[in-house]
């Protein structure tokens, strides 16, 4: 019997989450009073229209407001499509620095959902395609060796980016890496960048460019977080037998010496 994925099953599935997902996406939109500026923003200019519209109108409408923008993020993040830094500002624009827990946790969550949809339908119709069988290999072998800083080092690699994010989403599933460490690992990494977006909101009508916000210093200062931390699992074993050396020198008792 043969254990190929059933092709079609499968793409009328995600087809039909796809567009139940733009349908609900456009109800929420309609429960709100038409306008021009009310669009998902592909540019600056667009997300500053955008912003004094949504300030408006959260005012009336906060409950729908949220809820019209969680949607349209998720949906974003777990289908992999580009504009996230917009959204961020837009987030901060709107609901300040609380927001930042809030797209933290709407990334983990969308990217979350698209393990699961690899995990469940998609994922090997995509090896080959659009995930390379070496590419998988190499990154279950680099899996392997940091199984034990596996948090660590699954946020690291989406501060920095070291791979592309549908890449981390999709292919994550079909090396074994578990949905929990997946999840946690993807809030922490994300929530450097989602920080800096969310600042910039508050001189959002000084910007003229997104390269204004991510400039070099801006970029510095995430990658060296992101290189601190994998230092932090490579090294950390070095770490312990030091300190572990250190306490000996000093006099004190370690659990080996209590023993």
């Not at 456009?26 to 004094?52: R, T």
Request: hydrophobic content about 50%; proline content about 5%; some cysteine.
């Amino acid at each position: 019997m043969s254990h190929e994925p059933n092709k079609l099953s499968i793409a009328l599935k995600v087809g039909t989450l796809f567009v139940a997902w733009i349908l609900l996406i456009v109800y929420l939109a309609g429960q709100l009073p038409p306008s021009d500026e009310l669009k998902i923003p592909h540019s600056l200019a667009d997300l500053k229209l955008l912003v004094n519209a949504a300030k408006q109108y959260s005012d009336t409408y906060p409950l729908a407001i949220l809820m019209l923008y969680c949607t349209v993020f998720l949906f974003k993040q777990t289908w992999g499509i580009p504009g996230a830094a917009l959204l961020n500002i837009l987030a901060g624009a709107l609901f300040g620095f609380k927001a930042l827990p809030l797209i933290s946790f709407l990334g983990a969550t969308g990217s979350s959902i698209a393990y699961l949809i690899s995990k469940h339908w998609i994922g090997q119709l995509l090896v080959g395609p659009c995930i390379s069988k070496q590419s998988l290999r190499n990154w279950k072998l680099t899996i392997k060796q940091n199984e034990d800083n596996l948090l660590v080092y699954l946020a690291t690699i989406r501060i920095l980016p070291l791979f592309p994010g549908w890449f981390v989403n999709f292919a994550a599933p079909l090396i074994g890496v578990p949905l929990d460490v997946f999840w946690m690992s993807t809030f922490i990494g994300l929530t450097p960048f989602h920080y800096v977006c969310v600042s910039a909101a508050t001189t959002l009508a000084e910007i003229n460019s997104l390269s204004e916000i991510f400039n070099f210093w801006t970029i510095f200062k995430i990658t060296s977080i992101g290189v601190i931390l994998l230092l932090t699992a490579v090294f950390k074993d070095r770490l312990l037998q030091w300190i572990e050396r250190f306490k000996r020198k000093q006099g004190y008792q370690t659990p080996e010496d209590m023993v």
